[in-house]
T-cell receptor
Framework: NAGVTQTPKFQVLKTGQSMTLQCAQD?????MSWYRQDPGMGLRLIHY???????DQGEVPNGYNVSRSTTEDFPLRLLSAAPSQTSVYFC?????????????FGPGTRLTVL | SQQGEEDPQALSIQEGENATMNCSYK?????LQWYRQNSGRGLVHLIL?????REKHSGRLRVTLDTSKKSSSLLITASRAADTASYFC????????????FGEGTQLTVNP
């Protein structure tokens, strides 16, 4: 199994541009989530999904959209990039039962918005 | 706002010494999880302790949970240079639905 994969690894955007960060898992996990990590801080939850067709907002959802059309994929869309969205983004997944089990994290996408 | 807090923020020790990191939280939890993050990498799950458990072991790791004090500690025994990383606690609060709340982490440096 590849586990949780994220693409791209690095991205530079200009203010106002849009893009999609890809996340996929091949473990048939129901629960998937997106976090951002800023220097000296822990992870903050952006959006999460408890299953295909179901998404919900986390702690810092503004400026981001998600969808979950399949169990495997959970893309994160930046609608109009802002410098405040410069961060490292992590996708995570877990077995049924969501947070009752360990989270598997992807390697991250480092995003810079100029 | 962050509900988990790690203490200390940074810890530097010599190889072979034990490292203890603490984590506090503010509300009732279902479980508390510890993760490790090597520089520039994703987080890796270390251990999960449920609210009805007081202590768990995994290899050189020992985690305790004190729900009365709303705190947990992670002990790494006989540390190695390869243990150098950031360590995060994350709690699943009873009232948070499907959210996991991370602390700000402890940066551990193990000097050879």
């Amino acid at each position: 199994n590849a586990g949780v994969t994220q693409t791209p690894k690095f991205q530079v955007l200009k203010t106002g541009q849009s893009m999609t960060l890809q996340c996929a898992q091949d473990m048939n996990h129901e629960y998937m989530s997106w976090y951002r990590q800023d220097p000296g801080m822990g992870l903050r939850l952006i959006h999460y999904s408890v299953g295909a067709g179901i998404t919900d907002q986390g702690e810092v959802p503004n400026g981001y959209n998600v969808s979950r059309s399949t169990t495997e994929d959970f893309p994160l869309r930046l609608l109009s990039a802002a410098p405040s969205q410069t961060s490292v983004y992590f996708c995570a997944s877990s077995y049924a039962g969501g947070l009752l089990n360990e989270q598997f994290f992807g390697p991250g996408t480092r995003l810079t918005v100029l | 706002s962050q509900q988990g807090e790690e203490d200390p923020q940074a810890l530097s020790i010599q190889e072979g010494e034990n490292a203890t990191m603490n984590c506090s939280y503010k509300t009732s939890i279902n479980n508390l999880q510890w993760y490790r993050q090597n520089s520039g990498r994703g987080l890796v799950h270390l251990i999960l302790i449920r609210s009805n458990e007081r202590e768990k072991h995994s290899g050189r790791l020992r985690v305790t949970l004190d729900t009365s004090k709303k705190s947990s500690s992670l002990l790494i025994t006989a540390s190695r240079a390869a243990d150098t990383a950031s360590y995060f606690c994350a709690n699943h609060q009873e009232t948070s639905g499907s959210r996991l709340t991370f602390g700000e982490g402890t940066q551990l440096t193990v000097n050879p």
